[in-house]
């Protein structure tokens, strides 16, 4: 390939996450090294985030400059070895330029050679993709950057070792031995240090006069620079939230890049209202066309058919994308379990799309082809079984070119299938395929509108002849049919029909003069109705349980009455195809304009429902203690927040009960012991064992609080406690109850306490006046003072207040519902610009203390309130599914209260327990693990034309 079409010198892959100092510091050695000083570089190194203008699409830009480059030096590290573009630059490589012009520099990690094998040791080597096993002939050029640059981390032509790396990676660049390279270096560096002594002289007399001038122009610079990246991240949110309704992928892209050109609460409000939007999405797999196809499918809309096998394991589908050249090829498989994609097959499906399905066990794929044409694949293998002919469709007129109903067995053994035949075009055949043989075991002429469906467990083929109300099936093992007599009349005229797995009942889709029906074949009762769109679906196989519909642009979760339940997601066009899982945990759709995503109805890490095996519900709950309990007139049963993903933990019982007024209960950090105080009188139990510990103390002049719970927190050292008590607030050795520390000594008027998550920060709020009093707990052992007297923005009868996990943030709310934020470091405080919805109190912080919530019930509605905790800006809700509305007005209906790490936990009066993450990072993490897609140029031309912003996703 001559200099004509070669434009580059060479190719920088390197992981962006480990190595991008590292990359450009050995970019800028290559251009410099043996460069005369009269030519700006004599070289030509590509690396992306300095080679690409600001306006580009990514991959198309890297793919050109692969193009262009005579050499592909890789930046060997087990992050770029793991890295998805570093692999995919890598394989474009491999596949169209010779391994003879790759040069590896080990930046971190291990590689090592194997004279023996002629390949690398790859049970020693970290740094390198498998892909390169058994790629070179010989060993190829390598330079090692571990020890003494990588620990110097002195990245200059001037280091020694750094200067010999970079000289045996350019020689072959230049076409020219290392010495000799390095020898020519040495001697231009010699003309320029020369010339530049002449020169500093003048150049030191105009310094003086530019360096005043151009300080000041590079400060209005970068203020102007602040200012674009604020503004282009402030109009990427907005556009976000105009999103998240109908393009929630989009939406996400635009959260994503929102938070990465400049953190704002505006980015952070885009984030959070795409985290909800995306909740039950576990993958966008493709963007959508955003237009009608322009030359196949129905009506214009593109060909997008998904298949998810029964066991949740894997997703199949296509989609035509509006048909550029490289569009409409190939079937795609996704491992859901695994969740990545395998090796798609070399398919080719009928026009406007036709039958796609999967075996239960995902290993067997039926794809519709052109010309009444079926084709089984191999899944793991992608490899085409057989190919299995109905009839002579390319001599058919184009109605009569595709399968008019067709069914595949879970257990992938049998195909049945209605078709026409040239010469026969008014007659309509069934027949039955073996899957493994390819045999016809049945053929029949089948008049009439048929449907057909295998029963779950394979044994039995049903036929429903919907013009004449008629039911029949086909045993594949004894081969016989019969009838299964008739139904009611019911109107199935162009409606689109689902069966459930066990073939008694049938869903038939809505239409302009009817509505959506679920109908028992066995008894022939119509078991539900309802109004509106409803044209694709998945019945459960079972027949009862949620059933999964296809509602306009919308994919939801009906109940067995049809009623909505929830929306797993939206689509910029009318979905087309949906399937799911036997379980319904897995739900895939694709939409008009070639949009296909996969959702999970348990919440695909963005939302996890906890078990709660006890059916514990919000009442039963103290958010503050940490602790829930359960009385009876015997005794008192007890849980704690556990870890992880396994909800209440389980404590043990008293042997007493607890009243619910004047009562407070606290555990220590392992569970161990708890300490109640009940009306004044305090006593230490053994949960485990529900033994007593020591003797239960009564405390004098005892008054409840009025309008204030009373509240009890164990300190870290899992000994002491403290507590608010006659207008003071105590810590107490729960060894002797003895009073250790009086911490208001004149006395707080009201005391309100909140305790951070640590267990060693300690507010008490005046909840009648709004002064906030906080300590800390010492590595003495005794709690010291941080702030005393600091008045809370809003004071109007404080009825909450939290600290955060760390102690840097204290955060109250007041009688109207209006929070205050004070920072404890610096004393600010802040008040929060929209007033909380009605319900309970309760707030937490984020781990971080950035983000603070609320949770609120209004009627059949419940959820989050989300605040940036900074500066009390408003971020917007997330709307939660509460199973079992309160039905009790003194009983409340939502409880939060912090989880591990970053997670917070719901629990509403059903009992039905969730977990989600407070943590903005972890809403960036988790919206780039289901869309890591960069903007289109026309997108990124439009917000960021001026700017420097990374891909927010990539490693």
Same mark, same amino acid.
């Given at each position: 390939?001559?200099?004509?079409?070669?434009?580059?010198?060479?190719?920088?892959?390197?992981?962006?996450?480990?190595?991008?100092?590292?990359?450009?510091?050995?970019?800028?050695?290559?251009?410099?090294?043996?460069?005369?000083?009269?030519?700006?570089?004599?070289?030509?190194?590509?690396?992306?985030?300095?080679?690409?203008?600001?306006?580009?699409?990514?991959?198309?830009?890297?793919?050109?400059?692969?193009?262009?480059?005579?050499?592909?030096?890789?930046?060997?590290?087990?992050?770029?070895?793991?890295?998805?573009?570093?692999?995919?630059?890598?394989?474009?490589?491999?596949?169209?330029?010779?391994?003879?012009?790759?040069?590896?520099?080990?930046?971190?990690?291990?590689?090592?050679?194997?004279?023996?094998?002629?390949?690398?040791?790859?049970?020693?080597?970290?740094?390198?993709?498998?892909?390169?096993?058994?790629?070179?002939?010989?060993?190829?050029?390598?330079?090692?950057?571990?020890?003494?640059?990588?620990?110097?981390?002195?990245?200059? /032509?001037?280091?020694?070792?750094?200067?010999?790396?970079?000289?045996?990676?350019?020689?072959? #660049?230049?076409?020219?031995?290392?010495?000799?390279?390095?020898?020519?270096?040495?001697?231009?560096?010699?003309?320029?240090?020369?010339?530049?002594?002449?020169?500093?002289?003048?150049?030191?007399?105009?310094?003086?006069?530019?360096?005043?001038?151009?300080?000041?122009?590079?400060?209005? $610079?970068?203020?102007?620079?602040?200012?674009?990246? +604020?503004?282009?991240?402030?109009?990427?949110?907005?556009?976000?939230?105009?999103?998240?309704?109908?393009?929630?992928?989009?939406?996400?892209?635009?959260? /994503?890049?929102?938070?990465?050109?400049?953190?704002?609460?505006?980015?952070?409000?885009?984030?959070?209202? =795409?985290?909800?939007?995306?909740?039950?999405?576990?993958?966008?797999?493709?963007?959508?066309?955003?237009?009608?196809?322009?030359?196949?499918?129905?009506?214009?809309?593109?060909?997008?058919?998904?298949?998810?096998?029964?066991?949740?394991?894997?997703?199949?589908?296509?989609?035509?994308?509006?048909?550029?050249?490289? !569009?409409?090829?190939?079937?795609?498989?996704?491992?859901?379990?695994?969740?990545?994609?395998?090796?798609?097959?070399?398919? !080719?499906?009928? /026009?406007?799309?036709?039958?796609?399905? #999967?075996?239960?066990?995902?290993?067997? #794929?039926?794809?519709?082809?052109?010309?009444?044409?079926?084709?089984?694949?191999?899944?793991? $293998?992608?490899?085409?079984?057989?190919?299995?002919? &109905?009839?002579?469709?390319?001599?058919?007129?184009?109605?009569?070119?595709?399968?008019?109903?067709? &069914?595949?067995?879970?257990?992938?053994?049998?195909?049945? =299938?209605?078709?026409?035949?040239?010469?026969?075009?008014?007659?309509?055949?069934?027949?039955?395929?073996?899957?493994?043989?390819?045999?016809?075991?049945?053929?029949?002429?089948?008049?009439?509108?048929?449907?057909?469906?295998?029963?779950?467990?394979?044994? #039995?083929?049903?036929?429903?002849?919907?013009?004449?109300?008629?039911?029949?099936?086909?045993?594949?093992?004894?081969?016989?049919?019969?009838?299964?007599?008739?139904?009611?009349?019911?109107?199935?005229?162009?409606?689109?029909?689902?069966?459930?797995?066990?073939?008694?009942?049938?869903?038939?889709?809505?239409?302009?003069?009817?509505?959506?029906?679920?109908?028992?074949?066995?008894?022939?009762?119509?078991?539900?109705?309802?109004?509106?769109?409803?044209?694709?679906?998945?019945?459960?196989?079972?027949?009862?349980?949620?059933?999964?519909?296809?509602?306009?642009?919308?994919?939801?979760?009906?109940?067995?009455?049809?009623?909505?339940?929830?929306?797993?997601?939206?689509?910029?066009?009318?979905?087309?195809?949906?399937?799911?899982?036997?379980?319904?945990?897995?739900?895939?759709?694709?939409?008009?304009?070639?949009?296909?995503?996969?959702?999970?109805?348990?919440?695909?890490?963005?939302?996890?429902?906890?078990?709660?095996?006890?059916?514990?519900?919000?009442?039963?709950?103290?958010?503050?203690?940490?602790?829930?309990?359960?009385?009876?007139?015997?005794?008192?049963?007890?849980?704690?927040?556990?870890?992880?993903?396994?909800?209440?933990?389980?404590?043990?019982?008293?042997?007493?009960?607890?009243?619910? !007024?004047?009562?407070?209960?606290?555990?220590?950090?392992?569970?161990?012991?708890?300490?109640? +105080?009940?009306?004044?009188?305090?006593?230490?139990?053994?949960?485990?064992?529900? =033994?007593?510990?020591?003797?239960?103390?009564?405390?004098?002049?005892?008054?409840?609080?009025?309008?204030?719970?009373?509240?009890?927190?164990?300190?870290?050292?899992?000994?002491?406690?403290?507590?608010?008590?006659?207008?003071?607030?105590?810590?107490?050795?729960?060894?002797?109850?003895?009073?250790?520390?009086?911490?208001?000594?004149?006395?707080?008027?009201?005391?309100?306490?909140?305790?951070?998550?640590?267990?060693?920060?300690?507010?008490?709020?005046?909840?009648?006046?709004?002064?906030?009093?906080?300590?800390?707990?010492?590595?003495?052992?005794?709690?010291?003072?941080?702030?005393?007297?600091?008045?809370?923005?809003?004071?109007?009868?404080?009825?909450?207040?939290?600290?955060?996990?760390?102690?840097?943030?204290?955060?109250?709310?007041?009688?109207?519902?209006?929070?205050?934020?004070?920072?404890?470091?610096?004393?600010?405080?802040?008040?929060?610009?929209?007033?909380?919805?009605?319900?309970?109190?309760?707030? +937490?912080?984020?781990?971080?203390?950035?983000?603070?919530?609320?949770?609120?019930?209004?009627?059949?509605?419940?959820?989050?309130?989300?605040?940036?905790?900074?500066?009390?800006?408003?971020?917007? !809700?997330?709307?939660?599914?509460?199973?079992?509305?309160?039905?009790?007005?003194?009983?409340?209906?939502?409880?939060?209260?912090?989880?591990?790490?970053?997670? +917070? /936990?719901?629990? @509403?009066?059903?009992?039905?327990?969730?977990?989600?993450?407070?943590?903005?990072?972890?809403?960036? &993490?988790?919206?780039?693990?289901?869309?890591?897609?960069?903007?289109?140029?026309? @997108?990124?031309?439009?917000?960021?034309?001026?700017?420097?912003?990374?891909?927010?996703?990539?490693?």
């Amino acid at each position: 390939m001559g200099r004509s079409t070669v434009e580059r010198d060479g190719f920088i892959s390197y992981s962006h996450a480990r190595d991008r100092e590292l990359a450009q510091a050995l970019q800028r050695g290559l251009h410099q090294l043996a460069r005369p000083w009269t030519r700006r570089q004599v070289i030509s190194v590509f690396r992306d985030t300095t080679s690409l203008s600001a306006n580009h699409d990514l991959w198309s830009s890297i793919l050109g400059e692969l193009q262009r480059s005579r050499y592909f030096i890789y930046l060997a590290s087990p992050e770029a070895a793991a890295s998805r573009w570093v692999q995919k630059e890598l394989r474009f490589w491999l596949d169209n330029r010779s391994p003879d012009r790759i040069l590896i520099a080990v930046g971190s990690g291990a590689v090592h050679w194997d004279p023996a094998a002629g390949d690398f040791d790859w049970s020693r080597t970290t740094a390198l993709p498998r892909m390169l096993e058994g790629v070179f002939r010989a060993e190829p050029l390598w330079v090692d950057l571990l020890v003494e640059v990588r620990r110097s981390r002195k990245y200059s /032509l001037r280091q020694a070792e750094f200067r010999s790396a970079v000289a045996a990676l350019a020689a072959p #660049l230049h076409g020219r031995g290392k010495d000799e390279l390095d020898s020519e270096d040495l001697q231009q560096r010699r003309i320029a240090l020369r010339l530049l002594r002449g020169a500093v002289t003048v150049l030191s007399l105009l310094l003086v006069t530019s360096l005043a001038a151009g300080g000041y122009a590079w400060q209005k $610079r970068g203020e102007a620079l602040d200012r674009a990246r +604020v503004s282009a991240s402030q109009a990427l949110a907005a556009h976000s939230m105009e999103l998240a309704d109908a393009d929630p992928r989009k939406a996400a892209q635009f959260a /994503l890049y929102a938070e990465e050109t400049e953190p704002t609460s505006e980015s952070a409000r885009a984030l959070a209202r =795409a985290v909800d939007a995306n909740s039950s999405v576990a993958r966008h797999l493709l963007g959508g066309l955003g237009a009608a196809a322009d030359y196949t499918g129905s009506g214009g809309a593109a060909a997008t058919e998904v298949a998810v096998s029964g066991d949740g394991s894997t997703l199949a589908y296509f989609s035509d994308l509006g048909g550029g050249p490289e !569009q409409g090829r190939g079937v795609h498989i996704y491992d859901i379990r695994k969740g990545r994609a395998m090796k798609a097959l070399k398919a !080719q499906w009928a /026009l406007g799309g036709g039958a796609l399905e #999967l075996s239960a066990d995902g290993r067997i #794929l039926m794809l519709e082809t052109a010309y009444n044409r079926i084709q089984i694949w191999d899944v793991r $293998r992608g490899k085409l079984l057989r190919t299995i002919t &109905a009839s002579a469709g390319e001599d058919l007129a184009q109605v009569y070119r595709r399968l008019h109903a067709y &069914a595949f067995s879970a257990d992938g053994r049998w195909i049945a =299938a209605t078709y026409h035949t040239p010469g026969e075009r008014e007659t309509q055949y069934l027949s039955v395929w073996n899957v493994r043989t390819g045999e016809r075991v049945d053929h029949r002429q089948a008049p009439g509108n048929l449907r057909l469906s295998f029963a779950t467990d394979s044994r #039995l083929l049903r036929v429903w002849d919907t013009s004449r109300s008629a039911l029949g099936t086909w045993n594949p093992k004894t081969r016989q049919r019969k009838s299964g007599g008739r139904l009611p009349d019911i109107p199935t005229e162009a409606r689109p029909i689902t069966f459930a797995g066990s073939g008694d009942t049938a869903l038939l889709g809505s239409t302009a003069r009817e509505k959506a029906e679920l109908w028992n074949l066995s008894t022939g009762k119509r078991l539900a109705s309802a109004t509106g769109s409803l044209e694709q679906a998945v019945l459960p196989a079972d027949g009862s349980g949620s059933v999964v519909a296809a509602q306009g642009r919308q994919v939801s979760v009906l109940d067995p009455k049809l009623r909505r339940l929830r929306t797993l997601g939206s689509f910029g066009w009318p979905v087309r195809s949906v399937a799911a899982s036997d379980d319904g945990r897995w739900v895939a759709a694709g939409s008009g304009d070639g949009a296909v995503s996969l959702f999970s109805t348990d919440g695909a890490g963005f939302h996890r429902s906890l078990p709660n095996e006890e059916r514990l519900k919000a009442g039963e709950f103290d958010a503050d203690g940490g602790v829930a309990h359960r009385s009876g007139p015997k005794g008192t049963e007890l849980w704690a927040v556990s870890e992880g993903a396994s909800g209440f933990r389980r404590l043990g019982r008293i042997p007493r009960p607890v009243r619910e !007024q004047d009562t407070a209960i606290a555990a220590t950090s392992d569970g161990s012991r708890v300490t109640v +105080v009940d009306r004044g009188v305090f006593s230490s139990w053994d949960p485990r064992t529900g =033994a007593q510990v020591g003797k239960e103390k009564a405390f004098e002049d005892y008054e409840p609080e009025s309008g204030q719970g009373l509240r009890l927190f164990y300190l870290p050292d899992d000994v002491h406690v403290v507590t608010a008590w006659d207008s003071d607030v105590l810590v107490i050795d729960t060894r002797t109850w003895s009073v250790k520390q009086v911490l208001t000594e004149e006395g707080v008027l009201q005391p309100l306490l909140a305790m951070s998550g640590d267990r060693k920060s300690l507010a008490a709020v005046d909840w009648v006046e709004g002064d906030a009093h906080l300590w800390r707990w010492s590595d003495k052992g005794e709690f010291e003072e941080v702030m005393t007297g600091r008045g809370l923005a809003s004071a109007i009868g404080i009825s909450n207040a939290v600290v955060s996990h760390g102690g840097e943030r204290l955060a109250s709310v007041d009688a109207d519902g209006r929070i205050s934020l004070l920072d404890i470091p610096t004393g600010r405080v802040v008040l929060s610009s929209v007033v909380q919805e009605p319900g309970l109190e309760n707030l +937490v912080f984020s781990r971080d203390a950035r983000t603070l919530a609320h949770a609120f019930t209004t009627g059949s509605r419940s959820g989050l309130e989300l605040w940036d905790a900074r500066n009390g800006e408003y971020l917007g !809700q997330w709307a939660l599914e509460t199973s079992t509305p309160p039905t009790d007005a003194e009983e409340p209906a939502l409880r939060l209260a912090p989880g591990s790490g970053s997670d +917070v /936990l719901t629990l @509403d009066s059903g009992g039905t327990l969730l977990r989600r993450s407070l943590d903005i990072a972890d809403w960036r &993490a988790k919206l780039c693990r289901i869309v890591d897609d960069p903007l289109s140029k026309a @997108d990124h031309d439009r917000y960021l034309s001026d700017l420097t912003v990374d891909a927010p996703c990539r490693p």
